[in-house]
């Protein structure tokens, strides 16, 4: 080992543990920051108390509105940044003890042309015309709550924190009604306080609202920074006093009925069998939440891939029970290799596999500048694992004008018979004010994990700094997890390692005939082991990435890739490769027609060297909408291998069919093989949601083994219903 490779990893995590001990005792002496004053003045409206709500059925013409305040200043962010909006919207604000209101008039001057595909409630409405708002009901100029709706009522919502990162699995009951007239199209809007983090001592709430004219994707914002909607430039809506909390109380009761067959071993399993959620509000911005008998049979099946790399693949966790309040144990901005929670290690096997949570509860919230999250399970036995209580706490405060320092602890391993700590601490560090209203952000973080089994080497560690901005994003960062740094309950596939990365992109939005935008930039990854010596490298140089003026999107790629393999590695588990020092380049082109087209295609081509032989591979996609009540989205991939130990051809095909009958009942199917693992899955759901809170699923799973190329083998066959009702008290 170099001796600057050694006092890297002995100073390093020293190093964060005093950055962090110093700015907790800063957040210890500050204040609770809000917008910083020094900015410009923000745009405001008043929000009119009214006795009598208006009636959520998508018509503005309810006396009441024209007792609202509103606004209609809204500015283009693309294609034309900064210009005025080619079509005009009305946005009006009501409220009373329990909701706040959105009376949102988007004028049309085409009306027929306005996009309106989507229909499934909670899929994705980004290719069509669509209302967003970003909403803070704390001021806190780092985090809140998004929602979207499109003319057809079709409600998606999340979470917003950080630099513009989204939840969007997060589900909270809300109500919209929308309709198209002659005048282009209007939507009503309530949100129930009790959904919200807020506080009552606080009447005024950051916001903005955002319209997409789906033909054209032109984006217009109330308010914007570097011409993008985000937290940290939100206008006020004040005046928000006297509002009522309710008890606080959610009871969510489930009946569930569950039956599984193997067809392997002759099994079968029947159950029906009642859950019980609970969430309470010990505050308007905290909540406690329990789960007895957890089901996640109405979840979603994860979309297959197939692996041709070395490390394992990270899949987002979809359980409703763990998205509420997951914003709160993000951790220094990590995204997938070194979380230290991830949340789909609890009531899922290593296989995959769901295991039994027989109860769990969680508090998620804010008190003043802290934000709060504790959350404890315990699980059931599977096979040799026997059952286990399972804990997190994560703690972090706000300082500064947008920057916050925390820490993290997690006790327990869910796959393992053993005791197992971790503890981290994170300092984020973001400003808006020095360089122009344009952003700078930086981080450090440090963990650490305690196995019974291991001893030493049991740290990791990283530093990040970043120009996150639209027109120049800059962003570098260096990492280091040690040989024994295991997180029993959160994700590392690639540990022994110190990892650097950095990239740079430019963007462009002179007027140019059929482009909106265009970018080039390239990023580089090189990663070593502690002692110094090269594990991997990749160079990524991006000539041309851009957004068609009809809002398809064209990218081309080139990429140059090291690998030092110390030991063979199989290729899908069929291709082996010897050890060595692999170098090996490729070029690629993707294509992805724009999101509101009738027909919108999809296209990948990327070929070149790949270890000692060659690759290429097509995905080819294809998604038809004939009428907003249907959908048929139809993909590929082929990655062709020629090695020197053979030649290998991955397939994975997907099917997915979706009918909505009405934006309350939706069926949908999705059908996926794939010829590494031999699997052909039938994925189904029917799904009544009458009102956002209230449900009935349907849900069948048919696992299948491919034999010969032909023969369908079942393998295993899961059904299960689920009826659930959330009653507010």
Do not use: C
Not at 205 to 213: E, I, K, N, S
Not at 367 to 390: F, K, P, S
Not at 420 to 437: A, K, M, P, Q, Y
Not at 539 to 558: C, E, K, Q, S, T
Request: charged residues 25%.
């Amino acid at each position: 080992m170099s001796i600057v490779s050694r006092r890297i990893r002995l100073a390093g995590p020293a190093l964060l543990g005093l950055l962090a001990l110093l700015m907790a005792l800063q957040a210890a002496a500050d204040g609770l920051p809000h917008a910083d004053a020094s900015l410009p003045v923000r745009k405001s409206v008043p929000v009119l108390r009214v006795g009598e709500a208006p009636v959520i059925d998508g018509d503005l013409g309810d006396p009441v509105w024209r007792q609202a305040a509103g606004f209609d200043d809204f500015t283009q962010l693309q294609p034309s940044a900064g210009a005025p909006p080619s079509q005009r919207t009305e946005v009006r604000l009501l409220y009373d003890a329990n909701h706040l209101y959105l009376g949102i008039r988007a004028y049309d001057t085409e009306p027929d042309r306005i996009v309106a595909n989507q229909l499934v409630q909670g899929r994705g409405v980004t290719g069509d015309d669509h209302i967003q708002i970003l909403l803070d009901p704390l001021d806190s100029a780092r985090r809140g709550y998004v929602f979207f709706v499109n003319p057809n009522g079709v409600q998606v919502d999340g979470l917003t924190s950080g630099s513009n990162t989204w939840n969007l699995n997060w589900d909270g009951i809300w109500h919209a009604r929308s309709r198209i007239d002659a005048e282009g199209w209007t939507t009503e809007i309530a949100i129930p306080f009790r959904t919200l983090s807020f506080d009552p001592g606080r009447p005024d709430w950051g916001m903005t609202v955002v319209r997409q004219v789906g033909r054209s994707s032109e984006r217009q914002a109330w308010t914007f920074r570097d011409f993008r909607a985000s937290t940290d430039a939100l206008g006020l809506i004040t005046g928000l006093r006297d509002l009522e909390e309710g008890r606080g109380l959610d009871v969510i009761p489930s009946l569930a009925f569950r039956e599984r067959r193997d067809f392997v071993t002759g099994r079968s399993q029947t159950a029906l069998e009642p859950a019980l959620d609970l969430f309470y509000r010990f505050t308007p911005a905290l909540i406690g939440a329990l789960t007895f008998n957890t089901d996640f049979s109405a979840t979603e099946v994860d979309d297959r891939r197939v692996n041709l790399s070395r490390f394992s693949l990270f899949f987002p966790e979809k359980r409703e029970f763990f998205l509420q309040g997951a914003d709160i144990f993000e951790f220094a901005d990590l995204q997938q290799n070194g979380r230290p929670f991830f949340s789909r290690t609890l009531g899922l096997s290593a296989r995959g596999e769901p295991v039994d949570l027989v109860a769990g509860g969680k508090l998620t919230g804010r008190l003043g500048r802290w934000n709060l999250g504790l959350l404890g399970v315990h699980q059931d036995a599977d096979g040799e694992i026997d059952a286990d209580t399972l804990l997190v706490a994560r703690a972090s405060a706000d300082v500064l004008q947008t920057s916050s320092v925390g820490m993290i602890a997690t006790y327990g391993d869910p796959r393992g018979n053993r005791d197992s700590w971790l503890v981290g601490t994170d300092w984020n560090f973001r400003n808006t004010t020095w360089l122009d209203g344009q952003a700078v952000e930086a981080g450090a973080w440090v963990q650490r994990s305690w196995n019974e089994d291991l001893e030493g080497d049991d740290a990791a560690w990283g530093l990040r700094f970043g120009l996150p901005n639209e027109t120049l994003e800059l962003r570098a960062s260096l990492v280091e997890l040690q040989r024994n740094f295991q997180p029993a309950m959160g994700f590392v596939n690639r540990r022994d390692i110190r990892q650097v990365d950095a990239s740079l992109f430019r963007l462009w939005r002179e007027p140019v005939p059929l482009l909106r935008d265009w970018r080039v930039g390239g990023e580089v990854t090189q990663v070593t082991d502690l002692d110094g010596r090269l594990e991997s490298s990749r160079i990524r140089v991006v000539p041309l990435d851009m957004f068609l003026a009809a809002g398809d999107f064209l990218n081309v790629y080139w990429t140059r890739e090291r690998e030092r393999l110390e030991r063979p590695f199989a290729v899908a588990g069929v291709l082996e490769v010897p050890p060595g020092i692999y170098t090996f380049q490729r070029v690629g082109m993707s294509f992805n027609g724009a999101g509101f087209r009738r027909l919108r295609p999809s296209l990948t081509l990327e070929g070149g060297e790949f270890f000692d032989g060659h690759r290429q591979d097509l995905r080819l996609g294809a998604a038809w909408r004939p009428n907003r009540h249907l959908l048929f989205d139809a993909s590929g991939s082929i990655n062709r291998l020629s090695l020197d130990s053979g030649d290998f051809i991955t397939r994975l095909l997907r099917l997915r069919a979706d009918v909505a009958f009405n934006v309350h009942w939706a069926w949908t199917n999705t059908l996926q093989y794939d010829n590494v693992s031999g699997n052909f899955g039938v994925s189904s759901r029917l799904r009544w949601v009458p009102r956002l809170g209230q449900s009935l699923t349907l849900a069948l799973d048919h696992e299948f083994l491919v034999e010969d190329g032909q023969r369908l083998d079942t393998q295993t066959r899961d059904f299960g219903a689920r009826l659930s009702y959330t009653f507010r008290i």
